[in-house]
């Protein structure tokens, strides 16, 4: 995943009825990546040393060095160095997706992929683990740019206490969680995230309605969010929206569907947090939240789609 250019974007949430829209919110600045190293370390675990850290750039130093196929992640603390090394089986890149059973990085043997996080003094000998990339960009050179990562690792044997972290380097939210209310049909009653480790995420449309997609883990969904006939998508709340596209004309469109389930007739909202485009209107990143209730029902299916805002 590449770094991509913003056009527009809308930062805070304000309120758009059913039929009116309450002033349109001016274009603010462009989606904000983010770099950062946090981890939580169990009791007994050698490396974190049953404590939890939290580093954020600028505010503290983190750097990015390698390849695909091997990088390090630096982290400079002051009083606290941190390294995060993960590695691709040999001959292989780094890609999206599960990397398990891994060795220490620069010993790993035959297939393995390999991890090594260690600290201010305090490494493995021998590390058991598994890392998950999420996103990761390369530039021409072969340098990374971008990443998202999560690890999880033991020290010296298998049931060792865990160390797991989560790394970014100029990363951007990439992800799709719900929860369904017992009696929703649509998300029948379970509550389930996507990250794109496993899933692979769609955005395509306009100012003048979006569809994302989901496609991961035995699943696939499909989200509409559109504005009332001749308003454009922005920031804010609609409320009272109905099935698009069977949507009345004064009404916002919303449909949640998938894995084979719709609604015949819903009601609903939905919100949108932040949103871009491209200079040719085509859009690049949304933030949205949505509630659906089908048939009149009371049970909610409520989501969260983050896709580079």
Known sequence: MLRRRWKTLGLAAGLIGATVLMG????????????SYSFTSEAGDYIGAG???????????????????DLTVSVDAGSEWWTVHLAAPRGDVLRPG???????ASFRTGRSPGLDVSGTGRGCNEVYGSFW??????APDGTVTLLDARFTQHCERADAPRLQGTVKFA????????????????????????????????????????VFSVSGERDDWTVYLY?????????????????YPF?????????????????????????IREIAFDAAGAVTALFATYEQ?????????????????
Request: charged letters at 15%.
């Open 98 to 104: 599960r990397y398990l059973d891994a060795e220490r």
């Open 247 to 271: 949507n009345d004309a004064g009404r916002p469109g919303l449909s949640v569907s998938g894995n084979g389930r719709g609604c015949n007739t819903l009601t609903g909202q939905f919100t």
């Open 133 to 138: 990339i999420d996103q990761i960009g390369v």
């Open 24 to 35: 349109a919110t001016p274009a603010q600045a462009a989606p904000a990546s983010v770099t």
């Open 171 to 210: 990363a951007f939210p990439l992800s799709y969680r719900f929860v369904s209310d017992a009696g929703d049909y649509i998300g029948a009653g379970v509550t389930k995230g996507y990250t794109n480790a496993t899933s692979v995420f769609g955005l395509q449309g306009t100012a003048s309605g979006v």
């Open 227 to 243: 504005p009332p006939a001749g308003q454009a998508l922005t920031v804010g709340t609609y409320t009272g929206a109905q099935r």
């Open 51 to 69: 404590q939890s850290r939290d580093y954020r750039s600028p505010a503290t130093n983190i750097r990015m060095s390698g390849t695909a196929g």
């Open 293 to 309: 209730h089908c048939e009149g029902g009371t049970p909610a299916l409520r989501g969260t789609i983050r896709y580079f805002a």
